[in-house]
């Protein structure tokens, strides 16, 4: 189910930064956050079944689906946006993850995981590009701890309004 909160998001992007409780689907991430933690958070969402998190000695995996994914660490800062990068190869083609803007600027990124066909009913319902307005696609660059990113709309000079 596709909660309100992501559509008033979309609806109505700059007057909902402050709408995000700490409930599901939306998760909450800190870019120190301990990455078999955020497998984890995605685990509460869709459930074992779909995405875990499993630890050796040296490596963190991914496994749900029938995939087991290694995820590539690379015990920098990148680390954080490389977890949420394996977690949605191991959840697609049935889920994804996406960035919601409205917390940009944060240390903590809120993101929201719904479930492939939710997303396709919110671009059908709103647009395509009203949606990626509120939700940012996540891919190898950008980052969204490390890199300077600008909402979708703005300037870099008016990003602080």
């Known amino acids: 189910m596709i909660p309100q909160e992501a559509r008033d998001l979309i609806a109505r992007p700059k007057e909902a930064r402050d709408v ?3 409930d599901l689907p939306f998760f909450w991430v800190d870019w120190r956050e301990d990455d078999a933690e955020i497998i984890k958070y995605c685990t509460e969402i869709v459930g074992a079944d779909r995405v ?13 689906n029938g995939k087991r994914l290694r995820v590539p660490l690379t015990e920098s800062s990148d680390d954080r946006h490389i977890t949420l990068l394996s977690v949605n190869q191991v959840l697609a083609p049935d ?22 066909s939710e997303w396709d ?10 949606v990626d307005v509120a939700f940012l696609r996540l891919r190898g660059r950008p980052n969204i701890f490390t890199d300077s990113m600008f909402p979708p ?9």
């Open 95 to 116: 889920h994804e993850i996406r960035y919601v803007w409205a917390s940009h600027g944060s240390d903590t990124a809120c993101l929201l995981l719904l479930a492939s």
């Open 52 to 64: 875990r998190a499993e630890e050796d000695e040296s490596d963190l995996f991914v496994t749900g």
């Open 20 to 22: 995000f409780e700490p």
């Open 153 to 161: 709309g703005k300037r870099w000079w008016q990003f602080w309004r």
């Open 121 to 130: 009913m919110l671009e059908a319902e709103y647009g395509s590009k009203r």
